[in-house]
């Protein structure tokens, strides 16, 4: 018999324990019931997540689609002896204010109707361009014989224009002396166009108010 040489031997070696480490690998996955194949290919996978963002912007809007309020020519009734005429512009009866004519003016419905244009409730405020009443309506910016002044109220559309505290009794804009900013509503809704608050205004004209066109601006800010 030959000698096996040590190099035949090494390689024998090497052979049995390839034989060995499969034989072992075989055994597992026969007693465990993996699959070696299937096991490898699952640690390969990789799983990664993404988002998707998106930012709603609100805005603040306000419109008003009745922008004029006209009282009419007419003058003091001289046989009154309050000493000012009462002007209204929601539908109740002029006091001692007489038209060209001479007889008591016509009554008028007409307001200020303001829509919150915007996606968010709003606190409704108003402000007039005027410093006092008197700079409004007396001639010279005073009148002697009686303080003028100007009221305001709100009243809305339809029910729920306002979620928050209503001035829905006369409140004063414009007295001889100041203006003053109004917190008209403090949380007017936006739903929907029905969605409104009108602004009606009582004025106290003076006797000796002076003859002429009078006129303001009022300024309606919703802030969120």
Do not use: R
């Not at 008028?108 to 109707?113: A, E, M, P």
Request: glycine share 8%; proline share 1%.
């Amino acid at each position: 018999m030959q000698e096996i040489s040590t190099k035949t031997i090494l390689m024998l070696l090497g052979v049995a324990l390839i034989i060995t480490l499969v034989s072992t690998t075989l055994s597992i996955s026969k007693i465990t019931g993996w699959d070696l194949q299937n096991s490898l290919t699952a640690a390969a996978t990789a799983e990664e997540n993404a988002t998707t963002d998106v930012t709603i912007l609100s805005t603040v809007g306000v419109s008003v689609t009745d922008t004029a309020i006209d009282f009419g020519s007419g003058y003091y009734d001289p046989t009154c002896s309050t000493g000012y005429a009462t002007l209204y512009s929601n539908e109740t009866n002029q006091v001692c204010w007489l038209n060209s004519t001479g007889v008591i003016h016509e009554n008028i419905t007409d307001y200020h109707t303001i829509v919150n244009n915007g996606t968010v409730n709003i606190n409704l405020s108003m402000s007039s361009n005027v410093s006092h009443a008197e700079e409004f309506l007396c001639d010279g910016g005073s009148c002697a014989l009686f303080a003028a002044s100007v009221q305001v109220y709100a009243f809305e559309s339809e029910e729920f224009s306002c979620d928050g505290a209503l001035t829905d009794s006369n409140t004063t804009l414009l007295n001889d002396a100041e203006s003053f900013e109004l917190d008209l509503c403090t949380s007017m809704g936006y739903q929907d166009d029905g969605d409104e608050i009108n602004v009606s205004f009582e004025l106290h004209v003076p006797s000796d108010a002076g003859a002429g066109s009078k006129s303001m601006t009022v300024t309606y800010l919703g802030t969120e």
